[in-house]
């Protein structure tokens, strides 16, 4: 069944709950949107706020400090916020994926060396402890890995190590807030579910939250090669099938959101590294992120992918943040096109919201409309 880029759009907003906010506690909301990606970890709060139903300014930290969310390394080795019920599925999928590989030759033996991690992540400490302790031991134990794995390791500090460990961020000082967690702990997860298991349920996931999504969007968002993704989807035998603008084969669940192409989609404000930008295959994020406007919110140079806002549900410009020395807070909305009259307003109100979320002690809110 054919299936247009519009009505993509309108599925994928619909489970972001970027069509109408969602009415569940922030727990609920991450598992219905898939693995939020934490780069840059001021997006949090906005990543929730924009989906969620009356979220309060401080309730993001609070799901951590209770343990209703974690973060911690996963998908393609990026940092992403997930439920403690997922992260077992999400950590098996990423310490199998490409990144998660050891580079240089065949899998070693290195249970005594992970052992001896888990050991470690038992007390939060800083990453730099953990690539020492491994550092150490490779060199104790010489001839475990090659010269050239050793070496392609440290460049990349011991991630194919970590992800078979299964670590989340914790905050130094010992309380959650808006200061980025810099300490790694062992993740909600004595032992890795069975990985075909896994799989199965990190592709429905990612169906759920993104979908209708072909083989090959599933693959890059969670860094596998696409037969064994392809194998897998061909396998789930209840899913439905469609086929998009460049005749792709894309699957979703049967019962997932897909409204009509005529349904109006609010304005929202999406933070950096949102996920819903990332999450199919590199030039295939047209039902999102139009293709004129890709090099303006996706900067090659460091990986950056800068906060942005939605009209009709696409993106149609990007946002900043300034505070001044007075405590004033100064949201700027940049557009990329010629924006509705009426939508501007629509953006100058949301942005005062976001601004309120954000800053709720600020001396004053104001939000700046450039074009």
Same mark, same amino acid.
Request: aromatic share 6%; net charge positive.
């Given at each position: 069944m054919?299936? #247009? #880029?519009?009505?993509? @759009?309108?599925?994928?907003?619909?489970?972001?709950?970027?069509?109408?906010?969602?009415?569940?506690? /922030? *727990?609920?909301?991450?598992?219905?949107?898939?693995? /939020?990606?934490?780069?840059?970890? *001021?997006?949090?709060?906005?990543a929730l706020w924009s989906r969620a139903h009356e979220v309060a300014p401080g309730s993001p930290w609070h799901a951590h400090s209770t343990g209703d969310l974690v973060t911690g390394t996963l998908l393609r080795g990026t940092i992403h916020t997930v439920t403690p019920a997922d992260y077992p599925a999400y950590a098996a999928v990423s310490a199998a994926s490409k990144v998660g590989s050891f580079r240089a030759g065949p899998e070693p033996e290195i249970g005594e060396l992970l052992d001896l991690v888990r050991e470690m992540g038992a007390t939060p400490r800083p990453v730099a402890d953990l690539v020492a302790a491994i550092d150490a031991w490779v060199v104790a134990n010489p001839g475990v890995l090659s010269g050239r794995e050793i070496e392609l390791q440290r460049l990349y500090r011991w991630t194919s190590v970590m992800m078979r460990v299964g670590f989340v961020r914790v905050p130094a000082e010992g309380v959650w807030s808006k200061r980025t967690p810099l300490l790694f702990a062992l993740g909600p997860v004595k032992e890795f579910p069975p990985l075909p298991e896994a799989l199965d349920f990190v592709i429905r996931r990612h169906l759920g939250a993104f979908g209708p999504a072909a083989a090959e969007d599933v693959a890059s968002w969670i860094a596998w090669n696409i037969t064994p993704v392809r194998t897998a989807l061909e396998a789930m035998t209840d899913l439905v099938t469609f086929t998009d603008d460049d005749g792709r084969t894309l699957y979703d669940l049967p019962g997932a959101p897909r409204p009509g192409e005529d349904v109006e989609a609010p304005v929202r404000l999406l933070p950096w590294f949102d996920s819903s930008l990332l999450a199919y295959a590199p030039g295939r994020r047209t039902r999102i992120l139009p293709d004129a406007h890709r090099d303006h919110v996706?900067?090659?140079? @460091?990986?950056? /992918?800068? *906060?942005?806002? /939605?009209?009709d549900g696409k993106v149609a410009g990007l946002w900043t943040m300034t505070t001044a020395k007075g405590g004033a807070v100064t949201l700027i909305l940049t557009p990329l096109e010629q924006v509705p009259i009426l939508a501007k307003a629509e953006l100058v109100a949301e942005a005062k919201r976001l601004l309120e979320f954000t800053h709720p002690d600020a001396a004053s809110h104001e939000v700046v409309f450039r074009g």
């Open positions: 054919p299936i #247009t #880029t519009r009505a993509l @759009n309108r599925a994928l907003l619909a489970r972001q709950g970027l069509l109408e906010r969602m009415r569940l506690p /922030l *727990p609920g909301v991450a598992e219905r949107i898939g693995a /939020l990606q934490m780069q840059y970890w *001021p997006a949090l709060g906005p996706y900067v090659k140079a @460091n990986g950056q /992918l800068k *906060p942005s806002f /939605l009209v």
